[in-house]
């Protein structure tokens, strides 16, 4: 089956712009959730989404939204960018349930300039 | 609140030598524990889980073992090969926190022919 797709795979934006992440997960995967990648602060949570509802948030500011659809597929956005917006964000999807691994997309490289 | 620490990287070690990367973490409860693979350029690969006490999860070679009163799951494999340069990360998944998986820092390895 179809694996986690992310969208897109490189972005560069300018300072105090905004943006749109896309991810597709797994067919029948309810849940998906946004880590941010940096070499400084490593793999951090942002948020998670299931069943179209967010169910879990991490300690980013504002600026860092996010939403799922019916389908499950998911956005995070970014607004008013800085330059230590700049990072991988990964994607992740599963079933849901605690203790059910993730599936990772090969995430979107964001460079803000 | 939860977390998880890894020995730090890079770890280089030469082809058919042992490895172990140390993982400790800090839950309430009983979480799953996990350690992923991410290469070069791609998003992250689940490479083993374990998701109760003195569970041992294994996969290609590599070993971990939920050890409860150590709060450990160190990585081992007995004879590394040059494709398994990678960085390694730890994680868990707390039983009340859905999807949301709380990583280590990531350690490096390098293995040399």
């Known amino acids: 089956k179809a694996g986690v797709t992310q969208t897109p795979r490189y972005l560069i934006k300018t300072r105090g712009q905004q943006v749109t992440l896309s991810c597709s997960p797994i067919?029948?995967?309810?849940?998906v959730s946004w880590y941010q990648q940096t070499p400084g602060q490593g793999l951090q949570f942002l948020f998670e989404y299931f069943s179209e509802t967010q169910r879990n948030k991490g300690n980013f500011p504002g600026r860092f939204s996010g939403r799922q659809f019916s389908n499950s597929r998911s956005e995070m956005n970014v607004s008013t960018l800085e330059l230590g917006d700049s990072a991988l964000y990964l994607c992740?999807?599963?079933?849901?349930?605690?203790?059910?691994?993730?599936?990772f997309g090969q995430g979107t490289r964001l460079t803000v300039v | 609140g939860d977390s998880v620490t890894q020995m730090e990287g890079p770890v280089t070690l030469s082809e058919e030598a042992f490895l172990t990367i140390n993982c400790t973490y800090t839950a309430t409860g009983y979480p799953s524990l996990f350690w992923y693979v991410q290469y070069p350029g791609e998003g992250l690969q689940l490479l083993l889980k374990a998701t109760k006490a003195d569970d041992k999860g294994s996969n290609k070679g590599f070993e971990a073992t939920y050890r409860k009163e150590t709060t450990s799951f160190h990585l081992e494999k007995g004879s590394v090969q040059v494709s398994d340069s990678a960085v390694y990360f730890c994680?868990?998944?707390?039983?009340?926190?859905?999807?949301?998986?709380?990583f280590g820092q990531g350690t490096e390895l390098s293995v040399k022919p």
């Open positions: 067919s029948g995967h309810r849940s």
């Open positions: 992740a999807s599963s079933p849901g349930m605690a203790g059910t691994e993730a599936f």
């Open positions: 994680a868990l998944s707390a039983y009340n926190q859905g999807g949301k998986l709380i």
